[in-house]
């Protein structure tokens, strides 16, 4: 019996797509070993949302904690995935009545959505969104963290971020910009640590879903 992981992050290079006018990623040499130098050594300059990363309430709210702040325990542990990619009346908002369908003892959902397929180097705006009655039913069912594989929980225009602010308003920790292509739906340990950045709005993530085979 052994067991199979599951690497549900983006990976980060120059062509990985970013939010439009946000900082695009970029990897600098400091020291190179070709150069005569005894290492290898590399700095980077990135957004925080870049690719897989976990928001703070931070992002929406001025004082709001940052990622420093948050338990670690709401981003390892049983989750499920709910595969939403052939749903036949999602529409642009995931709605309380497509998460019915999720385990009542769960406490960890991702959303696997027709996001999955856009290459992390496009940016696709036609994304599905979270609603706020969404994330009102999450918290009444005691989930403790949202995933999804989107850029965003809200649409690409909204400035209001109203799934941001519920789900700040719920204490529900949130995952974005995942890659659930390869998963089916199903239940699944995670392990979706955000660095510890002080005073950061976000932090980039190494998502991993495992089960035992």
């Given at each position: 019996m052994g067991q199979v992981l599951?690497?549900?992050?983006?990976?980060?290079?120059s062509e990985t797509a970013v939010w439009p006018g946000d900082q695009p990623f970029k990897q600098e040499w400091t020291l190179r070993k070709d150069k005569g130098a005894s290492v290898n050594l590399s700095s980077i300059c990135m957004s925080l949302h870049t690719a897989t990363h976990a928001d703070a309430p931070l992002h929406?709210?001025?004082?709001?904690?940052?990622?420093?702040?948050?338990a670690?325990?709401?981003?390892?542990?049983?989750?499920y995935v709910l595969d939403l990619t052939e749903h036949p009346t999602i529409g642009g908002f995931i709605q309380p009545t497509h998460l019915e369908r999720v385990p009542s003892a769960c406490t960890?959902?991702?959303?696997?959505?027709?996001?999955s397929l856009v290459p992390t180097t496009a940016w696709d705006a036609n994304w599905w969104s979270v609603s706020p009655a969404a994330v009102?039913?999450?918290?009444?069912?005691?989930?403790?963290?949202i995933g999804t594989d989107a850029p965003s929980v809200d649409?690409?225009?909204?400035?209001?971020?109203d799934a941001h602010h519920a789900l700040a308003r719920a204490g529900i920790?949130?995952?974005?910009?995942?890659?659930?292509?390869?998963?089916?739906?199903?239940s699944y340990n995670l392990?979706?640590?955000?660095?510890?950045?002080?005073?950061?709005?976000?932090?980039?993530?190494?998502?991993?879903?495992?089960?035992?085979?």
């Open positions: 599951y690497d549900i992050s983006r990976v980060i290079t929406v709210r001025s004082g709001g904690a940052s990622m420093a702040d948050l670690l325990d709401a981003f390892l542990g049983p989750a960890r959902v991702l959303l696997k959505t027709p996001h009102e039913w999450l918290a009444e069912q005691g989930f403790i963290l649409p690409e225009d909204s400035k209001t971020l920790v949130h995952l974005e910009h995942l890659s659930l292509r390869e998963v089916s739906e199903g392990a979706a640590l955000p660095l510890n950045i002080a005073g950061a709005d976000a932090a980039p993530v190494r998502a991993v879903l495992y089960d035992e085979a």
